[in-house]
């Protein structure tokens, strides 16, 4: 499957570095917790990317979802095992910059994934465009609606990029529909039962609610299992293009999912350190564009993880906005 939109124009072929493979080349790939899907499509697409290149990974993730004192720690621990390279999702973006910036006294290559980090030096940025991906997924959900209705957002963590981008997204297609009016913005920091929970206090307050943007596919299925159990409809979107938001497309339930492909950015993440390991050419910036994820269009989508591949390196420099 190729989930490619090109971001620039494809760059001229480059002769590539041969680069002997180093021993032991071992990536550590940080995430932010164990209980969102999105993480866990990251880690496997930084698993996938090291096993065709003959490295190893091993995985940091706090016990307690997205602890800073718990990264932090980890990555002490990582600066005295001394990894080859490691690809670093930052609980917080600004909280994380002195650990970044321990990692770059270290000396140990780094490449940021999904959160741009406030500060700190990194040999690369793979990342989503959250506010187009808000955007988009939103305005899906608001034709489908007939432009027309009473709509809640389900926002993720308060104050982390993700979330405030994707809720600006919203709000901005929101203002594009005038005969839609929203009800409630509420946190449930992209955790499934807190999109339960809340739903369901929401459903307290508002008898009539017609549609649900949600800004990860998590809550988006929290407030399914809300609706359900309540005998209530209503059509709800998230984000990130998981498993359980397919599941959910395919059974009539989630209307859509901006596809925010933690797989594609854990595979170019991991392939561009290992790359830049063996001084090899790579690209330094590489921002996904939005894909809407509904019942048109899901089977490629439709697959176990752990069988999709990884993209070839022309494919991502054809979609990379920079290179070194």
């Given at each position: 499957m190729s989930n490619f939109k090109i971001l620039a124009a494809a760059l001229p072929f480059a002769v590539m570095?041969?680069?002997?493979?180093?021993?032991?080349?071992?990536?550590?790939?940080?995430?932010?917790?164990?209980?969102?899907?999105?993480?866990?499509?990251?880690?496997?697409?930084?698993?996938?990317?090291?096993?065709?290149?003959?490295?190893?990974?091993?995985?940091?993730?706090?016990?307690?979802p997205d602890s800073i004192p718990e990264q932090l720690s980890q990555i002490e621990?990582?600066?005295?095992?001394?990894?080859?390279?490691?690809?670093?999702?930052?609980?917080?973006?600004k909280a994380m910059v002195p650990g970044v910036e321990q990692?770059?006294?270290?000396?140990?290559?780094?490449?940021?994934?999904?959160?741009?980090?406030?500060?700190?030096?990194?040999?690369?940025?793979?990342?989503a465009d959250d506010y187009s991906l808000g955007l988009e997924t939103a305005r899906?959900?608001?034709?489908?609606?007939?432009?027309?209705?009473?709509v809640v957002?389900?926002?993720?963590?308060?104050?982390?990029?993700?979330?405030?981008?994707?809720?600006?997204?919203?709000?901005?297609?929101?203002?594009?529909?005038?005969d839609v009016k929203l009800l409630a913005s509420q946190p449930a920091n992209y955790q499934r039962l807190q999109g339960l929970q809340v739903m369901?206090?929401?459903?307290?307050?508002?008898?009539?609610?017609?549609?649900?943007?949600?800004?990860?596919?998590?809550?988006?299925?929290?407030?399914?299992?809300?609706?359900?159990?309540?005998?209530r409809k209503a059509k709800v979107v998230g984000i990130n293009g998981t498993k359980e938001a397919v599941d959910a497309i395919k059974a009539n339930k989630l209307l859509a999912t901006g596809d925010y492909n933690g797989f594609l950015q854990?595979?170019?993440?991991?392939?561009?350190?290992?790359?830049?390991?063996r001084n090899e050419t790579i690209v330094t910036e590489v921002v996904l564009k939005p894909t809407v994820v509904n019942a048109s269009n899901y089977q490629p989508y439709d697959r176990?993880?752990?069988?999709?591949?990884?993209?070839?390196?022309s494919e991502v420099e054809a979609i990379s906005t920079k290179t070194n």
């Open positions: 570095a041969t680069g002997a493979m180093a021993a032991d080349e071992t990536i550590a790939v940080f995430t932010k917790n164990q209980t969102n899907p999105y993480f866990q499509t990251v880690r496997v697409g930084a698993d996938a990317a090291a096993k065709s290149m003959g490295a190893k990974v091993v995985h940091y993730i706090p016990t307690k621990d990582v600066i005295v095992k001394k990894p080859s390279a490691i690809v670093f999702v930052p609980v917080d973006y990692i770059n006294d270290a000396k140990i290559p780094v490449v940021n994934v999904t959160d741009r980090s406030a500060g700190g030096k990194f040999l690369a940025f793979v990342g899906y959900l608001l034709k489908e609606m007939g432009g027309k209705g009473n957002i389900l926002e993720g963590v308060k104050g982390s990029l993700t979330n405030v981008d994707r809720v600006r997204g919203f709000n901005d297609a929101l203002k594009e529909f005038k369901e206090n929401l459903m307290q307050s508002h008898p009539q609610i017609d549609g649900i943007l949600a800004a990860n596919d998590a809550m988006a299925v929290g407030a399914i299992e809300a609706l359900d159990g309540a005998n854990g595979c170019i993440g991991t392939m561009a350190a290992i790359r830049a390991l176990p993880l752990e069988s999709r591949a990884c993209p070839s390196w």
